[in-house]
């Protein structure tokens, strides 16, 4: 029986799976229950339906188990530059997501990871005294539950409609585009369209915050993380509602195509959908644990703590408290670790937790 299970099979899962191998589990010793065996499956179908061309992430938006060397080092070895070194400094440097879907191939080749992955979708974890059943895959002493984004959302006036369709499905541009929503898909969706000859209405709740990466950088510092990690539950809910606000990165390559197309009369913002050809909703994903039907079972079964009717209260290594103890770990990655680590949704977040997992399985 293999001691340490991991549950989904995306980049989080596969960062977590590499970080124990490096830290020096045995991979015989790690199962990974998953319906699909390529990690990056989910990313590649979302970030292509936006034709997303760069990683909003810098050289450290990777899969291996240590920031350094990252992305920008192997650009630079291989095409014998120092350039993306240079860029990498200014924090100005971002892979293309053809180099990432590349590096992420490598990895998957020469890990082990295929092998390591059942092809299994878990409805439900029992907590037992040394460890934890999941469905009839056996008993783990170490558990990680990586199963992503419960879904797309779509708001409910627009689910009718048939110019409706969401971001992160296949599309392309008609003549006339609103587009709902101001994060980075959006901003992604509004230059996408009017660089096919599009018009473009954008339909937003609130301005968007211009900011490089998902959360403002102090939130990836151990001192802005143990500032949030202080912060009383109510606080840390308001905390997280406005740092998971819309926001998209500032930048002549979103500003400039804008502006012109502003004064050719081509973009422009509204408060409500209109009569455009095609509505793209830009609008994310479900949120919170309740959409996700095993994080919903373990918390009903197991009666866990949450917060803000979305988070599972975490400890600050990830780990679910009430389950958690001197001989068994459950402890979540992805989007359901915010608590933990606000940009959890990030490989960068992926790695905090795959870290705090990796010390946890070698410690016990
Ligand atoms: C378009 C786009 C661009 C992004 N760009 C960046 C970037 O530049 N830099 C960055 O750091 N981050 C980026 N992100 C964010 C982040 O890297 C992704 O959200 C990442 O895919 C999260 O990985 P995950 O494993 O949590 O989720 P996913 O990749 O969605 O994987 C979850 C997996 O779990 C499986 N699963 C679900 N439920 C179960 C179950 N019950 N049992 C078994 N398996 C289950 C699913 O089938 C899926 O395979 C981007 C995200 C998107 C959408």
């Excluded at 050289?59 to 070194?85: E, I």
């Excluded at 005294?129 to 056996?138: V, Y």
């Excluded at 959302?153 to 101001?182: F, Q």
């Amino acid at each position: 029986m293999t001691r340490v299970a991991i549950v989904g099979g995306g980049l989080a899962g596969f960062v977590t799976y590499l970080t124990l191998i490096h830290g020096g589990i045995d991979p015989e010793e790690i199962t990974v229950l998953a319906p699909d065996s390529d990690p990056a499956a989910a990313w590649r179908r979302r970030a292509a339906a936006i034709r997303q061309t760069h990683m909003r992430s810098e050289s450290d938006g990777h899969c291996l188990p240590t920031s350094f060397p990252g992305l920008a080092v192997r650009d630079a070895r291989r095409r014998r530059t120092l350039t993306p070194l240079l860029r990498s400094i200014c924090d100005r440097y971002h892979p293309t997501v053809i180099d990432f879907l590349d590096h992420v191939e490598e990895l998957r080749g020469r890990s082990g990871w295929s092998a390591r992955v059942r092809s299994a979708r878990v409805e439900r974890v029992r907590a037992l005294a040394d460890g934890f059943e999941l469905d009839g895959h056996g008993v783990f002493r170490h558990v990680l539950l990586a199963t992503g984004h419960p879904g797309n959302v779509v708001p409910e006036e627009l689910r009718d409609d048939p110019r409706t369709v969401h971001a992160y499905e296949p599309h392309d541009y008609a003549k006339s585009v609103c587009v709902v929503g101001a994060g980075l898909a959006a901003a992604t969706e509004w230059v996408n369209a009017l660089s096919t000859g599009s018009t473009v209405i954008s339909v937003r709740r609130r301005e968007p915050a211009r900011r490089p990466l998902n959360v403002p950088r102090p939130y990836l510092t151990r001192r802005g993380l143990t500032a949030f990690h202080r912060l009383p539950d109510e606080r840390r809910v308001a905390t997280l509602r406005e740092l998971l606000a819309p926001s998209y990165p500032p930048g002549r390559e979103w500003d400039e195509p804008i502006a012109r197309a502003a004064a050719e009369g081509r973009f422009r913002v509204e408060a409500a959908v209109n009569g455009a050809d095609q509505v793209i909703c830009a609008t994310g994903f479900l949120r919170g644990y309740r959409h996700d039907p095993l994080l919903r079972r373990l918390v009903d079964e197991h009666d866990l703590a949450t917060a803000g009717d979305r988070w599972i209260v975490l400890d600050t290594d990830s780990s679910v408290p009430a389950l958690t103890n001197e001989s068994r770990t459950i402890a979540l990655a992805g989007v359901s670790a915010q608590w933990a680590y606000p940009a959890a949704d990030t490989l960068m977040g992926a790695r905090y937790a795959a870290h705090a997992f990796l010390r946890r399985c070698r410690t016990r």
